[in-house]
């Protein structure tokens, strides 16, 4: 059988990266590119979709100048990216205003009008919230930043726009249709809109009575698939514009969640991935739907077409570490004019090897950005915490390492009172497993053995590189566990028990403590 390849387009929030994957998960090359992003008062945050497209075509005429493969074995496109993002087109597929993304808050005050009533359950009325756990088996967050919050901000704050819009659309489907023409989504990346039955895996639809709850208008949502779709061939324009045979097959795809999901490896049920990147999650295969309300977690259709996947997220992990280097260590100022250098992330991997564990009893919180799992809570905010005059630079650098991992461990505790089991090991992708010292970290912290998956940076387009595998009948979706390489695997340090449970207690009493304040300070956001 003749070698066949799929260029997988990944883009994330700090930009895209397009690669070549091989039938075995390999990732033969990848370009990046950097994009921009827009923060606005009151919790904007958005980005511009042509710097997307621009960015995209950049990276694949320089990945296919290498020249790796034959052109003629590329068989297909297919897309992932950055998820619960909105961009408004128009009729003939044009973006009228900037894509709101994920980390966009502004819509918290429309969600909140709409899921109010007289008698309430943690800011929802219990009735609509009875509604949204039965057929969706999760809820609009009051957090402000799933895709059906930026479309009621839109709707009430930008009327213009809203009526000029011809379909909203989240930024992968956005980018297939640059591909293809098509305005289209699939109900895994639809789920986060909140306006889907997803009971019947092979059923799902938008459902009349969230449309009606919330004032959509269902006209402006794009048609449904399943990910594993071949949704047409790529158009001339964008062939051109990326280096590439036109009439090539381009796959639905998927957000990076699912596509990281089974870059990861973890495709069985009860399988778990732990990603780090710019934002976090922890999560799993599930055979079940369920919704923990408390946790602000539920079951989500994943890309595997049948399987539901539990939705999380931490909303800053991995970016963190950026805005140490970038506002606190290395800003382009009057004291540091030439800006971060090059290999800042790895001075600060060393820095942090060099304190002990537990950061001399100093913690840090990395709600930067406010927070969606266990807890939902969009102003509370991060710090340094039991700081003294004996603090450095490296206990800084180390605390924000144990920060995450407290973080992750959070989440570990939620995800596993969820599927009601120990896991007993998880696979870590995504930037932040690149680090050795954080991979045993995390082990540590979180007291589980950790599966450093190889190359864990290109999970997600490893991810989706292997569902248009699997899309174009080349293998099957429990195939991909045998073709996923695991680099090493890092035991738990039982010297570290300890500290790290004193340390972790303490991290979650920080919260308590800290959030009614925090709520103060931030209630304008």
Same mark, same amino acid.
């Given at each position: ?153 839109? $709707?009430?704050?930008?009327? !213009?726009?809203?009526?000029? #819009?011809?379909?909203?659309?989240? *930024?992968?489907? =956005? +980018? ?112 079940? $739907?369920?919704?923990?309300? !408390?946790?602000?977690?539920? #079951?989500?259709?994943?890309?595997? *077409?049948?399987? =539901? +996947? ?216």
């Amino acid at each position: 059988m003749t070698d066949q390849y799929v260029l997988a387009i990944d883009l994330g929030t700090s930009g895209p990266k397009v690669a070549l994957v091989d039938e075995t998960g390999n990732v033969l090359a990848c370009e990046v590119e950097a994009t921009e992003l827009h923060l606005l008062p009151n919790g904007g945050a958005e980005q511009d979709p042509n710097n997307w497209w621009q960015t995209i075509c950049a990276a694949s005429k320089k990945l296919l100048s290498k020249n790796l493969v034959p052109i003629e074995q590329i068989q297909a496109v297919a897309v992932t990216s950055q998820w619960s993002g909105t961009v408004a087109v128009d009729d003939k597929g044009n973006h009228l205003h900037n894509a709101i993304i994920w980390m966009d808050s502004r819509g918290a005050k429309h969600v909140a009008q709409a899921m109010d009533g007289l008698v309430k359950f943690q800011g929802y009325d219990v009735v609509k919230l009875a509604q949204w756990i039965l057929l969706t088996a999760g809820m609009p967050g009051l957090s402000g930043k799933d895709p059906l919050a930026h479309i009621l901000f839109i $709707k009430n704050e930008m009327p !213009d726009l809203y009526a000029k #819009t011809y379909k909203f659309m989240e *930024p992968k489907d =956005y +980018l297939n249709l640059r591909l293809t023409g098509r305005f289209a989504t699939a109900q895994d990346a639809i789920a986060l809109h909140w306006l889907t039955d997803n009971r019947d895996l092979n059923k799902v639809y938008y459902h009349p009575s969230l449309i009606k709850a919330t004032g959509i208008d269902q006209k402006k949502l794009p048609d449904l698939y399943l990910s594993t779709d071949v949704l047409g061939t790529l158009l001339p324009q964008a062939a051109s514009d990326l280096g590439l045979p036109a009439n090539l097959k381009v796959v639905l795809g998927t957000p990076d969640v699912q596509s990281a999901a089974l870059g990861s490896g973890a495709v069985e049920d009860f399988a778990a991935h732990l990603y780090i990147g710019t934002s976090s999650w922890l999560t799993c295969h599930v055979p079940f $739907k369920k919704t923990d309300a !408390d946790h602000n977690m539920a #079951t989500i259709p994943s890309a595997i *077409p049948g399987k =539901y +996947l539990i939705g999380n997220e931490h909303e800053t992990a991995g970016y963190c570490l950026t805005y140490l280097r970038d506002k606190v260590f290395y800003p382009k100022d009057a004291i540091t004019p030439e800006g971060a250098p090059p290999d800042a992330y790895q001075k600060f991997n060393d820095l942090a090897a060099s304190v002990a564990a537990g950061s001399d009893k100093l913690i840090f919180t990395p709600w930067l950005i406010g927070e969606r799992t266990p807890v939902e809570d969009h102003t509370i905010r991060g710090g340094f915490f039991n700081m003294s005059l004996s603090t450095t630079r490296a206990h800084m650098v180390r605390a924000v390492f144990e920060g995450v991992a407290y973080n992750s461990r959070w989440l570990l505790e939620a995800v596993e009172g969820f599927i009601d089991r120990k896991l007993a090991a998880i696979n870590m992708i995504g930037g932040g497993a690149r680090s050795d010292l954080w991979c045993q970290m995390h082990a540590d912290i979180l007291n589980r053995e950790i599966r450093q998956v190889a190359d864990p940076v290109q999970a997600n387009a490893r991810g989706v590189g292997l569902l248009a595998g699997v899309s174009l009948g080349r293998f099957r979706f429990r195939d991909i566990s045998n073709r996923v390489a695991i680099a090493k695997t890092y035991k738990p340090n039982p010297a570290h028990r300890k500290i790290y449970d004193e340390l972790y207690a303490e991290f979650k009493n920080i919260y308590q403590a800290h959030k009614k304040i925090h709520a103060r300070l931030n209630k304008a956001h």
